[in-house]
Structure formats: C-alpha cells, structure tokens
C-alpha cells in the first residue's frame, strides 16, 4: 500500500482510537488495532478492509465532529478502501477501472446489453426474433446458441475468479506476515462473513446506525437478503448447468423444478435487498461515509438489481414472443456483472473476508498496553 | 417543541449522566419534564462524554463484572482515597445501589462491554459502557425522546429565584434569548465548575492559564454559584479539584481521556529550570496518577517534562501526541526548549545516584531506587542512557471540582439554617463532594449520578404529584 494522504490521516485517527479504546466491543477494527503501536500503510489497509462501516463508533466518538479533532473512522478508513481497490487490482493496469468506477460499471453494461441483443438478433432468421417460440427444450438456445453461453460465462466467470484472487493475494502480503492459517479460524471468519456479526453493534442485537445514533438491524438483513439472494441465483444457474450436462435436462424448466424456485426466490431475495440498500442510501448520514465511494456502491446495486428483475421478467414472459428480447437483455447484464466483477464494489467481499480472516488468526494475541 | 408557558412538574438543569437518569426516572414516575442543557447538541452531555464505566457493588460474577465486589471492599476504598473526607451514610447507601442499576440501564439501551476477565484491572470493578459514554449518552437521550420529555440544547440555567428555600421560578437563556420557566420541582445536575477559569483563578491565580480542563467547556458552575448565593449549604472544599498529568499539548478543553500519560514512573521527570522536582516512583501509577497534575500545578510555568530512553519507552501506554525524539539527551533538551547543560546534569546526576544490581520489574514496587538525591526516586530506578531519548511535556489536567450543594438522602438540597429547600433536589457532580470529598476511585463519579439522578427524579416526581 502506498503512503498517502489519505493512509496518513487514518493513520493518525487510529492512533487517536489507540489512546481511548472506548469503542473497542463494537466490531473487529479495534481489537485488531490495539495489537499494533506502529501502523504500517498495509496494517491501515488491513484495518480499513476489516471496517464494515457500521457507523457505531462514529456516534459514539467523543471526538467526532465538531470536536476540533474530527475523528471520523467510518470515513478515515472507507477512503482508505477506495485506495486499496486500486492498489491491488489485477492486473495492474486495470487498477484505472476504479477511479470513475460509477461510469465504468455502467458504460461496460450498457455495452453489454447491446452486444448481445445486436449478435442475439444478427443470429436468429430474419423476421423470427419476435416469434413466440414452443415452451420446449431448447427454446432459449434457439436465441442464443448454449455453447455461446456457455464458452461466454464460464471464461468471462473463470477471468473474474482469477482477478479476485489475485487480488486478494496482493493484500494477504501487503499486509505483512500473518499467522498461519488452522482450520479454527477459518471456521471463524466463515461465521463472520455469513452472519455480518460485525454489523451487529458489539452485541448482535443492536445492528448498526444508518442516519443517527440510533441503531437498526435493516442493513444487515438487507445485505443478508442481496447476499443469500445473490447465491441462491448463482445455485440456480449451477444446477441448470448440471441438469443439462449430466442429465441432458435441458431448459426451460417447470416453475416448480429446483433450478426456477431457487432463482426466482434468489431473484426477489435480491431485488428487495439491492433495491433496499439503495434506498438507504438517499437518507443515510453523508458524514461517516466517503463520498468517492458512491458511484461505483449504487453502479453494482443497480447492476444487480438489473440482473434479477430482468431474470424475473424473463421468467413471466418466457412463453411470449418478449421472450427472446428479454433473455438478450437479461443475459447482457449477466454478462456485464462477471465482467465488471473484479473492478467493482464485489471486491469488497473478497478483502472483507480475507482481513476476517487474518483477524481470526490473531484472535488470542494480547492487546498492548492500555488500563 | 416544549411550551415554555406551561408549569413542568419537573425541570432537569444538566444534560449529562444524572440529569438523565433524574429525568428519565421522573417521567417514568408521570411526571411532565423538561430538561435544559447549555451545550448545543453535538456537544450535550457533560464530562459523561469522556465517561467509560460505572464502578458497582456485586457479590457474584455477571455477564459485565468479573469475581465479586462487596460493600466493605467498595467502602474500604473510597475511605482510603478520600482519607475519611466522606459522608458514611450516603456512600454505603449509593454503594449498596450500584448493584442495582443495570436492568434499568438496559431498559434505557444502555449497553455494556462482556466482562474482560484479566486484561483490565477494572474488570472485577467496574462496568464498562459499550462505546463509552458518548454511547451511553446517546441511548438515554433516545429514551428520554422516546418517553416525551421536553429537551432544550444550547439552554443555560441562569437563575433559580428561590423564595424562602422554595424555587418559583428559572431564569434561563435559550440560544442568547432570556425566558422565565415555571416548574413543581427543580433537579440541578449541572456539574462543578472547573470550565469556569475566572471562577477557579480566585482560588489558583494565573497559573489557571495553563491548566488543561479535561472535558466539557460548558461546566461553568453557573447553577452551583446562584444556588450557594441564596443561601443553599456548600459542601467540599472550593480551592480544590480533581488533577492529573497530562500531554502538555492537549487542547485547551475536551481533550477527554486521550491526553493522558503514563510515561512519569520509567522517567526522570524534570521541570522548565530542569530539575527534578519529585519521587517518579514513590507507588504505581494509578495511585499516583491524581497527584501528578497538582505537583506540576506547583512548578514554575506549570509545565514539566518526562525523559526516558528506549529501554523504558516500551513500557507505558502512549498519549496521542507523538513522543518528542533525539538521538541525545542535550538534543532533547533543546527541542523542548529546556537548557541542554542543566539538563546533561540532571540526567548525569540522577545516572550517578541509581544503586545497580536489583531486578527490574514494572508490575510491582521493585525497590530499584537512588541514593543521595533530592529527591531520591524510590522504584524503577534505572539508568537513563539508552538512546534514542523520548520526551513529554507535561501540564496539570482538571478533571472536577469538589465544591457542591449539601443533599440529604432523598437527594433533596439542604439550606445554610439548615432547613431542606421545599422543591429543589441534586445529582451528579453538583453534589458528588457530599461522598467524594476528596480523590477519586474511577468510575465512581457515574455510580453516584446514576444512583442520586435515580433518587432526585423519584422523588422530585413524587413531590410534584402529591
């Protein structure tokens, strides 16, 4: 991680967290920081990816504007996060993908809707495209042929893969040497990834603060519900896959059969929880949140918003002749989300879970000094 | 919007700890309330912003306190920092409160640390507040919303007319605009005085210019003042306060916990002539920690500087201000602006004093002392030769003063003819001195205004209903 000025005041309002410790029951951060007395620009990165900006400490900071001092670590630390998506990009020459991420996310769907509605069209007959087609197998892939499909996701899903890997290995190592990795803590930071423990205020009951000191459990549930939507679709399209390449199922599938339920209760899951955390976003508080951040949060909400309502539309008008018009535009958003993948906000999961997890591996180091 | 027409059964003067818990409490007992506080919001609550735990009575393990804390114990220790400057009665009453506090302190949202079983000393004492007391602050102000009292920022309490020991009426000013109010009963909690320096600089002289006052700029004896104008009964000594060594840079006000060092016993600790001027290991830390900021209170300048090298600059928790650093002590000397000869020969003859051989241990009195010194330094007395050297500029921090209203039991104010005044009652640090007439046991302060804003609601409540 590089020194900048950004790195150097959350460095500094760490320092101030280092000297009060009042905050540190409320998540993961400060804990993590009263093992250190000197915070390299990679322990500040490792902090800041750890921060899920829950707002607590912010409303609980004796020192938080107007004090003359401003600590703001929920804004400290998200500024930080910004610079570290840049930082470990892979390749690195992509890094540039995050400093308008807003307008890259959203020109790359654009394109992508339009690629594949233009091939979608260029390859079916002339005059057949708005022609309601049979609910028989292989209706879709008389649109859009499957191995198209494919060849299309499994490289542009493999490339996102590889991307957030290497990413995450950028910032396992800037972070210097960490304790081995036991099956303990990976135990542990899979629990905190799957329950967002550290949005529940210290104690898990309280959740976090959205525009005041008054604390909700709406974000976590939000999240949980954009989360678990999210991968109940991605299981839909795995069992899909396997239905038609080991069993020789092919689609479309009755609305009763596993691969339909788990989408469409994955495509509402996720809609509401998108759409949701949007709406959070008009009245949260602009104090403890950097606003650089914005763009690129509301670009892949609404890119995953987008991908479930055109799933769920696609569905309802399967049997018409919407149908092929509404798989091309459904299928140019999926293919921009694996696209964008490793150069949006997903990234977030991908370094949350590994600082989750260099944190379990400290968990029984001793905090320095102190009362 | 509060109706500032209408006659409250009970008007809160503070905004902090105890005028909650008095407000909170009177509102739950049917009272209409309004509570007033001088600071704007951002700032409201009093020094119980810069608060972090509660020290309470228990006889077994909790999910907050560790062991077991009983009334003697408890009682013991506020005799022994006190030296019996306390009121017998009242303490054991308050001390045998505390225990009882915590269910409705989580009614309010208050929320708590789980007990950190050896990594604080305080464990076994005290409770700690989830987020500190910023966080306890915001979650009492939430219910006080919540259950309809009327609240009133940046509102300072300028008069309370007392007509033969009863309150008629409340001058107050709201954001600079004068208004008369009218309540059944009054609650002053509204601190001691330490923000007020031309107040303290009758007792102090200049030297209030460079104090630090720890918290809240808006604790300005304003309430305490007028009250003991007409005739209300003062107690604790008005010429003293509560005062710690802290980083010299600190601001001015609401500094809060963070300005604190703990550098003095692994230093040779010298003042602005560069001499030493007191034993830097007479006991450890904590007990020493509250008579650091009157010592240098006594220095010329009221400044002081701690010098260690790298071998003890590991072994105390850091302020928040960077250690001042050089490679020799002369260098140190002149970046904090002492004399570099006077200082070489302070060190130099502290250096020459130290009686080798013991083992050095910072956990307890390890007996490594000078000898031929004035002053000998008595614990952890080892040479000063290891660089780099670190330094620290030192000023007196005031956390409180002592002077408050004398309250009875029921936390009603008691008059000078020693009559009890007919509707107005006290908690909070206003009337702390009446139990803490000297030193202070952390946490303490919390306890007496949780247990004595409990009190003077009830019973305020009861009063104006009856």
């Not at chain 1, 959350?10 to 009060?20: D, F, M, Q, S």
């Not at chain 2, 009121?87 to 001390?95: G, P």
Request: neutral net charge.
């Amino acid at each position: 991680m590089q020194e900048t000025e950004a790195v150097e005041r959350a460095r500094h309002e760490i320092e101030v967290c280092n000297a009060c410790r009042y905050c540190e029951g409320f998540c993961a951060v400060f804990p993590a920081l009263e093992l250190r007395r000197e915070f390299s620009a990679g322990d500040v990165s490792y902090l800041a990816n750890l921060c899920h900006g829950c707002r607590g400490c912010y409303y609980a900071c004796q020192y938080s504007p107007p004090h003359e001092w401003g600590i703001n670590i929920p804004r400290a630390l998200a500024e930080v996060r910004a610079e570290s998506y840049v930082e470990y990009a892979w390749p690195p020459g992509f890094a540039r993908a995050f400093e308008r991420n807003g307008t890259l996310v959203s020109l790359v769907t654009a394109l992508s809707i339009a690629l594949v509605l233009i091939l979608s069209m260029a390859i079916s007959a002339p005059g057949q495209f708005f022609k309601a087609r049979p609910m028989e197998a292989d209706a879709f892939y008389s649109v859009i042929p499957l191995w198209a499909m494919q060849v299309v996701g499994l490289a542009s899903f493999g490339y996102a893969l590889l991307a957030l890997w290497m990413g995450a290995r950028n910032f396992w190592k800037d972070a210097g040497p960490a304790e081995s990795v036991g099956v303990v803590a990976l135990g542990i930071a899979l629990w905190d990834v799957l329950t967002l423990k550290n949005l529940g205020g210290g104690q898990g009951v309280d959740g976090c603060n959205d525009n005041s000191e008054r604390f909700s459990m709406r974000r976590r549930y939000l999240h949980h519900a954009m989360f678990y939507g999210f991968m109940l679709c991605f299981a839909a399209t795995t069992v899909g896959f396997f239905y038609h390449s080991f069993f020789g199922w092919a689609a479309p599938y009755a609305y009763l059969s596993v691969p339909v339920v788990l989408g469409t209760v994955g495509g509402v899951l996720l809609t509401i929880g998108t759409i949701g955390l949007f709406a959070m976003k008009l009245i949260e508080d602009p104090m403890p949140v950097a606003r650089r951040m914005l763009a690129g949060d509301v670009a892949l909400l609404m890119l995953l918003a987008m991908s479930a309502i055109t799933g769920l539309v696609l569905l309802a008008v399967r049997a018409t002749g919407a149908m092929p018009l509404a798989m091309a535009i459904h299928l140019g958003f999926i293919l921009a989300l694996f696209l964008v993948l490793p150069y949006s906000k997903m990234v977030h999961g991908v370094y949350r879970s590994a600082a989750l997890l260099r944190r379990a591996t400290e968990r029984n180091m001793k905090p320095l000094g102190g009362e | 919007m509060p109706d500032l027409r209408k006659t409250y059964d009970v008007l809160v003067a503070g905004g902090g700890n105890a005028a909650l818990c008095a407000a909170i409490t009177a509102r739950q007992a049917g009272a209409s309330v309004i509570l007033l506080e001088s600071a704007p919001k951002a700032f409201r609550g009093g020094n119980s912003r810069h608060t972090r735990n509660l020290r309470a009575m228990h006889d077994k393990p909790n999910d907050v306190l560790t062991d077991a804390y009983h009334e003697d114990e408890y009682w013991d220790d506020l005799l022994r920092v006190t030296g019996g400057n306390t009121d017998e009665s009242l303490a054991r009453m308050t001390i045998r409160a505390s225990s009882g506090v915590f269910g409705w302190m989580r009614d309010c949202g208050v929320r708590f640390q789980p007990s950190l079983t050896g990594t604080l000393n305080l464990g076994r004492t005290n409770a700690f507040f989830l987020g500190g007391g910023k966080a306890l602050l915001n979650a009492y102000y939430l219910t006080a919303e919540r259950l309809g009292i009327e609240i009133m920022y940046d509102t300072e309490v300028v008069s309370l007319n007392m007509d033969d020991g009863v309150v008629r009426s409340v001058d107050i000013t709201n954001r600079g605009f004068p208004e008369t109010l009218h309540a059944r009963c009054v609650v002053a909690s509204s601190g001691g005085f330490q923000a007020n320096l031309d107040w303290m600089r009758q007792y102090w002289g200049d030297a209030v210019d460079n104090f630090v006052i720890r918290g809240t700029p808006y604790n300005r004896g304003r309430v305490l003042k007028n009250l003991l104008d007409q005739g209300v009964a003062a107690i604790g000594d008005p010429t003293q306060c509560h005062a710690v060594a802290l980083d010299a840079r600190a601001p001015k006000f609401d500094g809060g916990i963070t300005t604190r060092l703990d550098s003095v016993p692994y230093s040779v600790v010298v003042n602005q002539n560069g001499d030493r001027f007191y034993d830097e290991g007479e006991d450890v830390w904590p007990k020493r920690y509250a008579i650091w900021g009157r010592l240098i209170a006594q220095q010329p300048g009221q400044i002081a500087y701690s010098i260690c090298d790298a071998k003890a600059f590991p072994l105390f928790m850091p302020s928040v201000y960077p250690a001042i650093k050089a490679d020799t002590i002369e260098e140190l000397a002149v970046k904090m602006k002492l004399d570099p000869v006077k200082v070489r020969q302070t060190v130099d003859a502290y250096n020459a004093a130290v009686i080798p051989g013991q083992t050095f241990d910072n956990l307890k009195l390890d007996g490594n002392k000078t000898a031929g010194l004035t002053p000998n330094k008595t614990n952890w007395a080892r040479t000063v030769d290891k660089g780099p050297f670190y330094g620290y500029p030192l000023r007196p921090g005031i956390t409180f003063t002592y002077l408050g209203v004398r309250v009875n039991e029921r936390a009603q104010v008691m008059m000078e003819n020693g009559q009890l005044a007919g509707n107005l009652f006290a908690s909070g640090e206003i009337m702390s001195g009446n139990i803490l007439g000297k030193g202070y046991l952390a946490g303490f302060g919390m306890t007496i205004g949780t247990v004595f804003g409990r009190i003077a609601g009830q019973e305020a409540a009861r009063h104006a209903r009856n």
